[in-house]
């Protein structure tokens, strides 16, 4: 197919495109930014097209795909505008104060629960947990290497039965 029979298709089917961004985006505007947005990957990709397919088709999953990428790009965005005169709520950030205090509680439980461990898993654990791969480790402590992995293994399982024992208790139940 060439340039013009892909450009004489693209316009027979514009009209579908058009109707197919309004339902998507509900604002006219938008659906226009869409169109365009979507003949341009269109045109530019045109030689991906595989002939006596389905042109329509083809050209709606592109549109479908932009929008939902376009979508997803604005609620990680999640900008704020405030058109509002009063600045007060969005200045309000410049003097948040961090609270380590719920930080430093939770990393003292954990150190109080690591020290608790056998020696048999604390041990290996600790070398992994200060940058040692399981072959190091393995080597350092002469154990096989599934040894090491199943330790460490049963450290972390003990681990996170205890924290969650812990941060259980910490849950307060509204009425």
Request: aromatic share 12%.
């Given at each position: 197919m060439s340039a013009t029979e892909f450009t004489n298709a693209y316009l027979t089917i514009e009209p579908f495109l058009t109707s197919f961004a309004y339902r998507l985006t509900q604002s006219e505007d938008r659906a226009k930014e869409l169109v365009q947005e979507t003949a341009y990957k269109a045109f530019k990709h045109w030689k991906m097209y595989k002939p006596h397919t389905n042109l329509k088709a083809w050209l709606m999953t592109i549109m479908r795909n932009t929008f939902i990428n376009d979508y997803r790009r604005h609620k990680r965005r999640?900008?704020?505008n405030d058109n509002s005169t009063n600045l007060y709520f969005i200045n309000s950030g410049k003097n948040t104060v961090n609270?380590?205090?719920?930080?430093?509680?939770?990393?003292?439980?954990?150190?109080a629960v690591l020290e608790d461990l056998e020696n048999w898993m604390k041990v290996p654990f600790l070398?992994?947990?200060?940058?040692y791969k399981y072959d190091e480790i393995a080597s350092e402590l002469?154990?096989?290497?599934g040894t090491v992995k199943s330790r460490?293994?049963?450290?972390?399982?003990?681990?996170?039965?205890v924290l969650r024992v812990v941060y259980s208790s910490y849950n307060v139940i509204d009425n």
């Open positions: 999640q900008t704020f609270n380590a205090g719920e930080s430093a509680l939770a990393l003292s439980e954990i150190h070398m992994y947990l200060n940058g002469n154990i096989p290497l460490i293994f049963f450290a972390r399982r003990k681990l996170k039965q």
